[in-house]
């Protein structure tokens, strides 16, 4: 079972979050057509290939690199 540690600024853990649940519902959805990234992928892995790409393109993207930081350690 996957657990999910929730800390930092609730603004970031909550950003994070909510992108987490959409990848996974994109995930989902494009398997249900038989569509996946790598056809070996798990789904956890894919979720979380997709996520943590999206996770560093968002810290990076901020202005301060302390808030960067801290976006990835939200989550």
């Known amino acids: 079972m996957y657990r999910a540690v929730l800390q930092g600024r609730p603004s970031h853990y909550l950003h994070s979050l909510l992108e987490?649940?959409?990848?996974?519902?994109?995930?989902m959805a494009r398997r249900a057509v038989n569509r996946p990234i790598v056809l070996q992928w798990k789904i956890p892995f894919e979720i979380g290939t997709i996520f943590y790409r999206h996770q560093f393109k968002h810290?990076?993207?901020?202005?301060?690199?302390t808030h960067g930081?801290?976006?990835?350690?939200?989550?």
């Open 69 to 75: 930081r801290a976006y990835l350690d939200s989550l």
């Open 20 to 27: 987490l649940l959409r990848i996974s519902a994109e995930v």
């Open 59 to 65: 810290a990076l993207a901020m202005d301060d690199i």
